[in-house]
């Protein structure tokens, strides 16, 4: 079984940035996909960036430009730059993996962001 740790959450002012950091317990090249999720109170939990196998990335239009995902395969570890934090980026942030054989999928426990002065 496959485990998934995010860190690297905290408090931050606006305009700050964070750096959230995903290790697997497993080889991260067997996965098809990674990506960050959040999720705020009483909202759904929305893809913030996915990164493929090869290396390609994939940012839903609210969140090009501030946001960047990436992986460092001999670490088996998945980032997430985040730049220029504001208020509304305050969530529970997550990360998945998807199997590259099967359909596994995998979550992390997840780590909490919160901007605010």
């Known amino acids: 079984q496959v485990k998934l740790v995010e860190s690297g959450g905290g408090l931050v002012q606006p305009g700050g940035s964070l750096r959230l950091s995903c290790a697997s317990s497993?080889?991260?090249?067997?996965?098809?996909?990674m990506g960050w999720y959040r999720q705020a109170p009483g909202s759904q939990r929305d893809l913030v960036a996915s990164?493929?196998?090869?290396?390609?990335?994939t940012y839903p239009d609210s969140m090009k430009g501030r946001f960047t995902i990436s992986r460092d395969n001999a670490k088996n570890t998945m980032y997430l730059q985040m730049n220029s934090l504001k208020p509304e980026d305050t969530a529970v942030y997550y990360c998945?993996?998807?199997?590259?054989?099967?359909?596994?999928?995998?979550w992390g426990q997840g780590t909490q962001v919160t901007v605010s002065s």
């Open positions: 990164i493929s196998v090869d290396g390609s990335t």
């Open positions: 998945k993996a998807q199997s590259l054989i099967g359909p596994a999928i995998y």
């Open positions: 497993g080889n991260i090249v067997s996965f098809l996909t």
